[in-house]
C-alpha cells in the first residue's frame, strides 16, 4: 500500500491506477476456497491467522504459501501431526523464519521482527491449562506485547498466586489474561486483587459437570467480581487479541 501511494506521490502512476491497484489488493482468490484478506494487519493491527483446522493439508499448504509475501502470519489450532504432514512443502518459504510452538499448536512463519510495546500477564490455575495460555501468550508476543506468565497458581493453593501478582502489576501490565477449567475460580479472585482488567478464558479441562469447560464458562460469566471479559472456551487467541488492543491504547 505503501509503495502505490509513494508512486502515486512521485507521479509514477495515475490516481485511477493507484486507485484501482488499492482495491484489488485488498483480496486475493487461493482457486476457489480462500479469500485472503491482505490488508488486515493495516487495517486492525492484527497479523494474519489462518485457522488450521478443518482444512486439508494441501489447502493450508496454499493458503500459508498465498500469505506469506505479507512478511508474517500465524496458523491457530495447528495439532503436532498436521504440521508434520505439511512442514517439507514450507521450505519453499526461502527467507523465512518457520516457528512452530507444539503446546499451542500454533505456527509463525515472518521475515521480520516487531518491536514490543505494551504489557499484559497470563496465568493459568493449573498446568494442564498452560497449552491455552501458551497460544495467548504467543499471540500476543506476535502482536506486539511483553508478556510475563504464571502457571499452576490456582485456587487449590491460592497462596501460590499473590507474589506473582505482585511482580506483574509492579512491572506496570496492563491486562490479565487469566485461564482456568475445571470450577474456573481463579478469575473472579484475580479481579478482586488489582486494578486492571481481567480476561477470563475458560478450558475444557474437566470432568463430569465441569466436562467440556461449560462449568468455567458459566462460572466465570456469573463472577460476582467487577471488572472481568470472558472469551469463549479455549480461546486463548482471542484473549490475547483483546488484551493487546487494550494495553496498546494505554501506550
Do not use: W
Request: charge should be negative; hydrophobic fraction near 45%.
Amino acid at each position: 500500500m505503501k509503495e502505490i501511494l509513494q508512486k502515486l506521490i512521485e507521479g509514477e502512476i495515475p490516481l485511477e491506477e493507484a486507485e484501482k491497484k488499492l482495491k484489488t489488493m485488498q483480496i486475493r482468490e487461493i482457486e476457489d476456497f480462500a479469500k485472503l484478506d491482505m490488508c488486515r494487519d493495516l487495517r486492525t493491527g492484527i497479523p494474519e491467522v489462518i485457522f488450521a483446522e478443518g482444512k486439508e493439508n494441501d489447502d493450508l499448504v496454499k493458503i500459508i504459501l498465498g500469505s506469506a509475501d505479507k512478511g508474517r502470519l500465524m496458523v491457530t489450532k495447528l495439532n503436532n501431526d498436521k504440521y508434520d504432514a505439511i512442514k517439507e512443502e514450507l521450505t519453499l518459504l526461502e527467507g523465512f523464519k518457520i516457528d512452530y510452538h507444539k503446546k499451542a499448536k500454533i505456527l509463525l512463519v515472518k521475515n521480520h521482527e516487531i518491536e514490543k510495546e505494551g504489557k499484559i500477564g497470563v496465568i493459568t490455575a493449573g498446568t494442564s491449562d498452560i497449552p491455552v495460555a501458551e497460544e495467548a501468550r504467543i499471540t500476543a508476543e506476535e502482536m506486539g506485547c511483553e508478556v510475563f506468565s504464571a502457571y499452576d497458581v490456582g485456587v487449590a493453593g491460592i497462596h501460590r498466586l499473590f507474589s506473582h501478582v505482585r511482580i506483574m502489576i509492579e512491572e506496570d501490565v496492563k491486562v490479565l489474561i487469566v485461564v482456568a477449567g475445571m470450577e474456573g475460580a481463579l478469575p473472579s479472585v484475580v479481579a478482586g486483587l488489582v486494578d486492571i482488567p481481567v480476561i477470563g478464558v475458560p478450558t475444557s479441562v474437566g470432568y463430569g459437570v465441569g466436562e467440556g469447560g461449560f462449568a468455567a464458562l458459566f462460572a466465570m460469566l456469573q463472577s460476582c467480581a467487577p471488572g472481568i471479559a470472558v472469551v469463549n472456551i479455549d480461546n486463548g487467541f482471542g484473549a490475547a487479541v483483546f488484551a493487546t488492543k487494550i494495553a496498546k491504547q494505554l501506550q
